[in-house]
């Protein structure tokens, strides 16, 4: 028996300025119909900065969905055709200050696959070579630099509850008892 949904129609109800809302319609595998709601993202990308001492640097930002600030690694929305990796490496730039020589790839995320066609790419960024920073113009941020052990910690206490960051954190944890 199949398990996927066939979409029969769906329409934009809502166009913003970072997503769309789709409402649709889906032939279950069942045969009958149900009614279902996406919003489409463009993605994203974060970078996890390591330095050669195991530091690492996030950002805490206030965080309007949420309503409070969350401890985050650097990372913004990709822009239409960019790629993944030059966006990371620009948030990182733009945000703390930071160029890495050295890129790794820690995979991707889907956040909320239920609803939300947002896909987050991830990577580490090594041998960090400092930069002017240049935040946008609507962009407010501390700069937080914290021990690596220290950052884990504070994921397995439930302290950093962004989940691009602990996804971040915690695949960078495995790969270091790798090295």
Do not use: W
């Not at 009958?32 to 900065?49: F, Q, S, T, V, Y």
């Not at 930002?61 to 790629?83: C, F, H, M, N, S």
């Not at 504070?154 to 960051?165: A, C, H, P, S």
């Amino acid at each position: 028996m199949s398990i996927v949904e066939k979409k029969i129609r769906e329409q934009p109800v809502y166009t913003g300025r970072i997503f769309t809302v789709y409402q649709g319609t889906v032939l279950l595998p069942n045969g009958k119909e149900a009614a279902r709601d996406r919003i489409a993202h463009h993605g994203g990308a974060g970078i996890l900065p390591l330095d050669s001492d195991r530091t690492i640097y996030l950002v805490r930002q206030y965080r309007y969905g949420v309503d409070k600030p969350l401890l985050e690694i650097p990372a913004g929305k990709l822009e239409p055709g960019e790629d993944p990796q030059a966006t990371a490496v620009r948030e990182l730039t733009e945000e703390i200050g930071f160029f890495p020589q050295k890129v790794d790839s820690l995979g991707h995320m889907e956040l909320s696959p239920a609803y939300l066609g947002e896909i987050t790419h991830l990577y580490l960024g090594r041998d960090l070579i400092p930069q002017k920073a240049a935040l946008d113009e609507d962009e407010f941020l501390e700069v937080v630099a914290l021990p690596f052990e220290d950052a884990l910690e504070k994921v397995l206490r439930g302290e950093i509850t962004d989940g691009k960051t602990q996804n971040a954190i915690l695949k960078t944890a495995l790969l270091l008892k790798q090295l």
